[in-house]
């Protein structure tokens, strides 16, 4: 069983600064991704970044960036230049699939609530 | 259009009372899912439906009934809940479910569920 954890349950950052939350995940499986999802309060979830297992370089999507340590199974989220909207909770995700195009669900780690201050 | 649609935003039920939650897409998707999400807690998968056929339950109470009409509208009828079924109701879309590689989900707002 894969299992994914996310050992900050809050965190804070001050405007336009960087902030890195991280994730550990355990699985034997060797194809799969993994995914960090954004949820605003009260708003729509939704996916901000995912990085595929067999591909070593780091995805980035304009002020997100990961840290893919396959071999440490570690994902890390890097939020440059924080913004006041980028206030939500996070939740680092997984999901297997089997190489032929057939995947599995979405496991998630228990979420990082992340405030950004003025 | 990447919108899903969720009805109604918020509900409160008695636990002798039958209700529907209603989800809605018209992105061309043919999976769709419902999530319960406890508050500071991350999503719980329920129901998987792929081309309007249940593919996975996960050990749901029968309590919780889905209904899949057609490929746009994704249905959950409740009946005799109880207190500790009170959550946020997800519903997501996808291209596909499970297979032909990665499908982004997309989630709607939600139902707040109250059993009191």
């Known amino acids: 069983a894969q299992t994914v954890t996310q050992s900050q349950p809050e965190m804070s950052v001050q405007e336009a600064e960087t902030v890195t939350l991280s994730c550990t995940y355990d699985t034997s499986e060797n194809n799969y991704y993994l995914f960090w999802y954004k949820q605003p309060p009260s708003r729509q979830m939704i996916l901000v970044i995912r990085?595929?297992?067999?591909?070593?370089q780091n995805a980035t999507e304009n002020r997100f960036s990961v840290n893919f340590q396959k071999a440490a199974k570690s994902f890390s989220l890097k939020i440059s230049d924080s913004q006041l909207g980028d206030t939500a909770m996070y939740f680092c995700a997984f999901m297997k699939h089997d190489g032929s195009g057939n995947t599995g669900k979405l496991i998630f780690g228990q979420g990082t609530t992340l405030q950004v201050k003025p | 259009d990447t919108e899903v649609t969720q009805t109604p935003k918020h509900l409160v039920m008695g636990m002798t009372n039958k209700k529907s939650l209603k989800c809605e897409q018209h992105m061309g998707h043919r999976a769709m899912y419902w999530y319960k999400q406890k508050a500071k807690k991350p999503p719980e998968l329920m129901f998987v439906y792929s081309y309007e056929k249940l593919s996975i339950n996960e050990s749901v109470p029968s309590r919780f009934s889905p209904e899949c009409p057609n490929s746009s509208l994704l249905n959950l009828h409740l009946h005799a809940l109880q207190p500790e079924d009170s959550a946020l109701y997800l519903c997501a879309s996808s291209q596909e479910w499970g297979v032909r590689g990665f499908h982004e989900q997309y989630f709607g707002p939600g139902t707040r569920l109250t059993v009191t």
């Open positions: 990085q595929e297992a067999y591909k070593q």
